[in-house]
C-alpha cells in the first residue's frame, strides 16, 4: 500500500503505458494531484506513454523521475492545436504581468546594480520600452525590430543580476515572476516525436508540442529526444525543450536531434530556409548545457540545434552540438567550454565576454556574428586552445571571424567588432583550400565584398572597427600566416608572440 508520501505515478490516475492509449489525459491528473500535494511523480519503467493529439497540457510543479519510460508524440496527422506544449515546468508562486508601480521600477540605466525595489521573493524581470524598437534584422528575413527589452534577477534587497543592456526613460511594460528557492528536477525519459507534415509554403507555422519551462531554478537531466518520419514537407519546430522568462535552467546529460531542414518564402519574396530547433531559450538569464549531446554534427541536412534570444549568461561545457546561436542578443557572459559544434557552428550577437575554450568547431567561420543584426559583438573575446576545421573540412577561404556590416543599415543601436580579440593556441585545419590560397584571414570583408564604389562616402551608421588583436600559439595545416582581412582598410593593431 502506498502512503502518503510516495511518488505518485501514472497509472493510478487510470494511464495505460500500452504505446496504444491516450495517456496525456491521465498524466495531466497526475501532475495536478501531485502540484495539489506537494508530492513528486516517477513513472513505470518499463511504460510507453502514448501522448494524444488533444490540446491537453501536464503542468509539473514538482520534481518529477521518468527513468526509462518511453513517451510517443505523433504528429503525423489530426492533431488539435499544434501550439500547445505537452509539458510546462512551472512555479506554484503567483506572478504575471503588472505596471512598473507595482515594483515601483520606472526607471533603469545600462549596468544598474541596485533599485529601491524590495520584492517579497527573489523575482525574475522583464522590462520593456515599446517606443524604441531594436534588432532591426536585415536580410532575406528582414523586419521592422522589437521593442527594447531586458530581463534579469531582481533580489530580495534591491540588487539586480545580469547586465542591463539599455536606458530606459521610461517602463512601458513589466512582467515579473517570483523565484522558488529550491530546484526543480526533472530526470529521465525516452521521447519520440513522429514529425508533422503540414505543407506551408508560405511563412512561417512554428509547431510546439513540446515540454515548455518557465520556473527559475530547474533542471533538466538525462532527457532523450528522437525525431522520426520526417518527408519532403513539414513545418518547423520552436524547440522541444523550450525554456523562456526565467531564470538559472540547466539542461545537463540530454540528447537531442536535429530536424530536417525545409523552405518557405521570406519577407521580401525569396525563398528562405526555415530553422527547426530541439531546444530554444528566450528571456532566459542562466542558461547553462551540461553534456548535452546529438549525433551527425556535421550533417548539412539538418538544421542547427538549438537557438536562443535576449539571454544573459550561457555556458555550453562539454557538448557535441551542431550549433550554438543567440539570435537576438546575448550579454554578460558566453562561454563555450570543452565542446565540439558541427556544420553550424558558432554564433553570436550581443555584448560582453565572448568565450571559446578547448573546443572544435567545424563552422564556415570559427565564430559567425550574425550580419542580419549588424555582426554586433560589444566587448571583448578570447579564444584559447582550440581547434578549427573550416565549413567541415570543405575546400574554403578561411575566415576566423565572419561578419558583415557595410555601415548603411540602422540595426536601432551602434554595431561594432569586439573591442579585443585574444588568441591563446589555435590550429586551423585548412588543408583543403582553394587554388592560390594564401593563408586565414582572421577578420572578413565588413563590406562583404561590394565595390567601395558603390557604397557611400560617408556610412550613415558605421561599423566600429576591433581595436586590437592578439596571436599565440596559432598554427595552420597549410603552414600559411595569417592574414587580416580582405578589406585593405581595416587598421587592426595585430600583436604576435
Given at each position: 500500500?502506498?502512503?502518503?508520501?510516495?511518488?505518485?505515478?501514472?497509472?493510478?490516475?487510470?494511464?495505460?503505458?500500452?504505446?496504444?492509449?491516450?495517456?496525456?489525459?491521465?498524466?495531466?491528473?497526475?501532475?495536478?494531484?501531485?502540484?495539489?500535494?506537494?508530492?513528486?511523480?516517477?513513472?513505470?519503467?518499463?511504460?510507453?506513454?502514448?501522448?494524444?493529439?488533444?490540446?491537453?497540457?501536464?503542468?509539473?510543479?514538482?520534481?518529477?523521475?521518468?527513468?526509462?519510460?518511453?513517451?510517443?508524440?505523433?504528429?503525423?496527422?489530426?492533431?488539435?492545436?499544434?501550439?500547445?506544449?505537452?509539458?510546462?515546468?512551472?512555479?506554484?508562486?503567483?506572478?504575471?504581468?503588472?505596471?512598473p508601480?507595482?515594483?515601483?521600477?520606472?526607471?533603469?540605466?545600462?549596468?544598474?546594480?541596485?533599485?529601491?525595489?524590495?520584492?517579497?521573493h527573489?523575482?525574475?524581470?522583464?522590462?520593456?520600452?515599446?517606443?524604441?524598437?531594436?534588432?532591426?534584422?536585415?536580410?532575406?528575413?528582414?523586419?521592422a525590430?522589437?521593442?527594447?527589452?531586458?530581463?534579469?534577477?531582481?533580489?530580495?534587497?534591491?540588487?539586480?543580476?545580469?547586465?542591463?543592456?539599455?536606458?530606459?526613460?521610461?517602463?512601458?511594460?513589466?512582467?515579473?515572476?517570483?523565484?522558488?528557492?529550491?530546484?526543480?528536477?526533472?530526470r529521465?525519459?525516452?521521447?519520440?516525436?513522429?514529425?508533422?507534415?503540414?505543407?506551408?509554403?508560405?511563412?512561417?507555422?512554428?509547431?510546439?508540442?513540446?515540454?515548455?519551462?518557465?520556473?527559475?531554478?530547474?533542471?533538466?537531466?538525462?532527457?532523450?529526444?528522437?525525431?522520426?518520419?520526417?518527408?519532403?514537407?513539414?513545418?518547423?519546430?520552436?524547440?522541444?525543450?523550450?525554456?523562456?522568462?526565467?531564470?538559472?535552467v540547466?539542461f545537463?546529460?540530454?540528447?537531442?536531434?536535429?530536424?530536417?531542414?525545409?523552405?518557405?518564402?521570406?519577407?521580401?519574396?525569396?525563398?528562405?530556409?526555415?530553422?527547426?530547433?530541439?531546444?530554444?531559450?528566450?528571456?532566459?538569464?542562466?542558461?547553462?548545457?551540461?553534456?548535452?549531446?546529438?549525433?551527425?554534427?556535421?550533417?548539412?541536412?539538418?538544421?542547427?540545434v538549438?537557438?536562443?534570444?535576449?539571454?544573459?549568461?550561457?555556458?555550453?561545457?562539454d557538448?557535441?552540438?551542431?550549433?550554438?546561436?543567440?539570435?537576438?542578443?546575448?550579454?554578460?557572459?558566453?562561454?563555450?567550454?570543452?565542446?565540439?559544434?558541427?556544420?553550424?557552428?558558432?554564433?553570436?550577437?550581443?555584448?560582453?565576454?565572448?568565450?571559446?575554450?578547448?573546443?572544435?568547431?567545424?563552422?564556415?567561420?570559427l565564430?559567425?556574428?550574425?550580419?542580419?543584426?549588424?555582426?554586433?559583438w560589444?566587448?571583448?573575446?578570447?579564444?584559447?586552445?582550440?581547434?578549427?576545421?573550416?565549413?567541415c573540412?570543405?575546400?574554403?577561404?578561411?575566415?576566423?571571424?565572419?561578419?558583415?556590416?557595410?555601415?548603411?543599415?540602422?540595426?536601432?543601436?551602434?554595431?561594432?567588432?569586439?573591442?579585443q580579440?585574444?588568441?591563446?593556441?589555435?590550429?586551423?585545419?585548412?588543408?583543403?583550400?582553394?587554388?592560390?590560397?594564401?593563408?586565414?584571414?582572421?577578420?572578413?570583408?565588413?563590406?562583404?565584398?561590394?565595390?567601395?564604389?558603390?557604397?557611400?562616402?560617408?556610412?550613415?551608421?558605421?561599423?566600429?572597427?576591433?581595436?586590437?588583436?592578439?596571436?599565440?600559439?596559432?598554427?595552420?595545416?597549410?603552414?600559411?600566416?595569417?592574414?587580416?582581412?580582405?578589406?585593405?582598410?581595416?587598421?587592426?593593431?595585430?600583436?604576435?608572440?
Amino acid at each position: 500500500m502506498e502512503s502518503a508520501k510516495d511518488p505518485v505515478n501514472y497509472e493510478s490516475f487510470g494511464a495505460q503505458g500500452d504505446g496504444v492509449t491516450d495517456d496525456l489525459p491521465a498524466i495531466c491528473k497526475a501532475h495536478d494531484y501531485a502540484n495539489e500535494q506537494g508530492l513528486s511523480v516517477k513513472t513505470r519503467a518499463d511504460a510507453t506513454y502514448h501522448l494524444g493529439r488533444r490540446a491537453l497540457t501536464a503542468r509539473i510543479a514538482t520534481d518529477t523521475d521518468w527513468n526509462t519510460s518511453r513517451f510517443t508524440i505523433d504528429d503525423a496527422q489530426d492533431v488539435e492545436d499544434h501550439r500547445a506544449s505537452l509539458f510546462e515546468i512551472v512555479s506554484l508562486l503567483e506572478s504575471g504581468a503588472q505596471s512598473p508601480d507595482g515594483l515601483a521600477l520606472h526607471h533603469l540605466s545600462r549596468d544598474q546594480r541596485q533599485v529601491d525595489a524590495r520584492p517579497e521573493h527573489d523575482c525574475f524581470v522583464r522590462v520593456e520600452d515599446d517606443s524604441k524598437r531594436l534588432f532591426i534584422r536585415r536580410g532575406l528575413n528582414q523586419n521592422a525590430g522589437v521593442p527594447q527589452s531586458d530581463c534579469f534577477v531582481l533580489r530580495r534587497d534591491g540588487s539586480i543580476e545580469a547586465d542591463i543592456d539599455w536606458d530606459y526613460e521610461q517602463i512601458t511594460r513589466l512582467d515579473s515572476h517570483p523565484i522558488d528557492d529550491d530546484t526543480l528536477f526533472v530526470r529521465g525519459g525516452v521521447f519520440t516525436t513522429c514529425a508533422n507534415r503540414e505543407h506551408h509554403p508560405n511563412g512561417y507555422n512554428y509547431w510546439s508540442r513540446n515540454i515548455a519551462i518557465s520556473r527559475s531554478n530547474t533542471e533538466i537531466n538525462g532527457l532523450t529526444h528522437y525525431v522520426t518520419g520526417e518527408i519532403d514537407v513539414g513545418c518547423p519546430y520552436s524547440g522541444f525543450l523550450n525554456v523562456h522568462h526565467c531564470a538559472h535552467v540547466t539542461f545537463r546529460d540530454c540528447w537531442s536531434t536535429g530536424h530536417k531542414i525545409y523552405s518557405t518564402i521570406g519577407a521580401v519574396g525569396k525563398p528562405v530556409s526555415m530553422g527547426s530547433y530541439d531546444m530554444n531559450a528566450n528571456n532566459v538569464v542562466g542558461f547553462t548545457l551540461i553534456n548535452c549531446r546529438m549525433n551527425h554534427i556535421t550533417d548539412r541536412t539538418r538544421w542547427g540545434v538549438i537557438g536562443s534570444n535576449f539571454c544573459k549568461d550561457i555556458l555550453l561545457q562539454d557538448c557535441h552540438l551542431s550549433r550554438m546561436d543567440t539570435h537576438m542578443g546575448v550579454s554578460g557572459s558566453y562561454i563555450i567550454r570543452r565542446c565540439s559544434l558541427g556544420h553550424m557552428g558558432l554564433n553570436a550577437i550581443g555584448r560582453g565576454e565572448l568565450i571559446i575554450e578547448d573546443s572544435t568547431l567545424y563552422g564556415r567561420s570559427l565564430i559567425g556574428l550574425r550580419p542580419d543584426y549588424g555582426s554586433h559583438w560589444e566587448g571583448d573575446l578570447s579564444i584559447t586552445n582550440c581547434r578549427w576545421i573550416p565549413a567541415c573540412g570543405d575546400s574554403v577561404q578561411p575566415q576566423v571571424i565572419g561578419l558583415s556590416n557595410d555601415g548603411t543599415h540602422d540595426f536601432g543601436y551602434q554595431c561594432s567588432m569586439p573591442r579585443q580579440i585574444k588568441i591563446d593556441g589555435l590550429f586551423i585545419d585548412d588543408a583543403n583550400t582553394p587554388e592560390g590560397y594564401e593563408g586565414p584571414y582572421l577578420l572578413a570583408d565588413p563590406d562583404g565584398g561590394a565595390d567601395a564604389d558603390a557604397l557611400p562616402a560617408k556610412r550613415p551608421f558605421p561599423y566600429t572597427p576591433c581595436e586590437r588583436i592578439s596571436l599565440r600559439g596559432l598554427e595552420t595545416a597549410s603552414g600559411k600566416g595569417t592574414r587580416l582581412s580582405p578589406n585593405s582598410t581595416l587598421a587592426t593593431v595585430i600583436e604576435q608572440s
